[in-house]
């Protein structure tokens, strides 16, 4: 079996790789934590909205180390940055806005997701979560939901299951997964391989992946550039 660690993509190479996909025009809603840094990787001569639960709508990536304005914050409360446009508005305004279907997109973290699209991002666990939050209004108010995660948790074990064990943020709502391994698809069928990283075979990728792995046509390299 390949060493997982030594060929996965970075955090920063996973979210670079989901940001290729935002549509030009697009509003899109960065869950808290490692979703954050897609943010940072806005393709040149597109316009993407990115969207904050707790009431900004145009931020950009964070601020140098220094500069920040702690009046400007995300939802995971951390320092951001405006884009020209950028608008303020109550925190009821903002889920009214989600829950409306207003926004296009929303990319979210996870620790599991099922092949027909159920999602687990959040634990009453040993240092778990304390609460689902936002999540359970994104996966079902936004248009679509892409999950951005390693492809295996610290244990090893598959995040990519054929049912999630941990309690459910939203059923049959996750369209695309980017993994530290592959891009997948949740089609009708389950997980569908679009890309996968050069340096594993489809074989060991099977392996570490807890449903099966469908591929429909070519498989595509997944080719991110050396990021930190």
């Given amino acids: 079996m390949i060493d997982i660690a030594a060929v996965r993509l970075s955090s920063a190479q996973i979210a670079w790789r989901a940001a290729q996909d935002i549509p030009d025009g697009a509003y899109v809603n ?4 490692f979703p954050e840094m897609v943010a940072r990787f806005q393709p040149e001569g597109r316009h993407i909205t990115c969207h904050t639960e707790n009431g900004i709508l145009g931020f950009g990536e964070a601020p140098s180390p220094g500069d ?7 939802a995971g ?3 951001v940055t405006l884009r020209p446009g950028a608008a303020f508005f109550h925190h009821a305004d903002s889920f009214a ?4 279907g207003h926004l296009d997109l929303a990319i ?3 620790y599991q997701v099922a092949e027909n699209g159920d999602i687990a991002n959040w634990s009453t666990g040993k240092d778990g979560v304390p609460a689902v939050g936002g999540a359970m209004d994104l996966v079902h108010g936004a248009k679509a939901t892409v999950v951005v995660t390693d492809h295996v948790a610290r244990s090893g074990a598959p995040k990519l299951v054929r049912r999630c064990s941990l309690p459910l943020t939203g059923l049959a709502c996750v369209t695309r997964v980017y ?3 592959c891009v997948v698809d949740v089609a009708s069928e389950g997980f569908v391989l679009r890309e996968k990283i050069p340096a594993i ?3 060991d990728l099977r392996g570490v992946t807890g449903a099966e792995l469908h591929v429909d046509g070519d498989v595509g390299e997944m080719i991110c550039p050396e990021l930190e």
Avoid: V
């Fill in 108 to 110: 979210l973290g996870t």
């Fill in 68 to 74: 920040e304005d702690w009046d400007l914050i995300n």
């Fill in 201 to 203: 075979s489809l074989a």
């Fill in 179 to 181: 993994t530290s391994l």
């Fill in 77 to 79: 409360k951390k320092a």
């Fill in 30 to 33: 960065l869950g808290i934590g």
């Fill in 97 to 100: 806005m989600i829950r409306g």
